[in-house]
């Protein structure tokens, strides 16, 4: 089983930074793409960066200069660095991985996880 554990939200004022963490664990082959989402209250989760294997990185419009999306294969760890904090970047934050499996002989066909998702609260 994989799993994805999200770390380093909170609140933060205007202007603020904060970074958050994505580890991911469990029985793995190799992992693809990983990617931040996010969701406001009232609102569509919507895509925010992502990051392929190769560390080619591409961002939606409103965060471009100001998130910063990175991993560490070692660690199988995606980070945002998000500085430059505005009210509306407030929503819940969730990791997302395409992660190809290991059953002990072979690996398994990419499947797509996700984080238990983690606040991020930016007060004006």
């Known amino acids: 089983q994989v799993q994805l554990v999200e770390s380093g939200g909170g609140l933060v004022k205007g202007g603020g930074s904060l970074r958050l963490s994505c580890e991911v664990s469990g029985s793995i082959f190799s992992i693809n793409a990983m990617a931040w989402f996010r969701q406001a209250p009232g609102k569509q989760r919507e895509l925010v960066a992502v990051?392929?294997?190769?560390?080619?990185?591409n961002y939606v419009d409103p965060v471009k200069g100001r998130f910063t999306i990175s991993r560490d294969n070692a660690k199988n760890t995606v980070y945002l660095q998000m500085n430059s904090l505005k009210p509306e970047d407030t929503a819940v934050y969730y990791c997302?991985?395409?992660?190809?499996?290991?059953?002990?002989?072979?690996?398994?066909?990419?499947?797509?996880?996700w984080g238990q998702g983690t606040q991020v609260t930016v007060s004006s």
């Open positions: 990051i392929t294997s190769g560390g080619s990185t």
């Open positions: 997302n991985a395409n992660v190809l499996g290991w059953n002990g002989d072979r690996p398994l066909d990419e499947s797509t996880y």
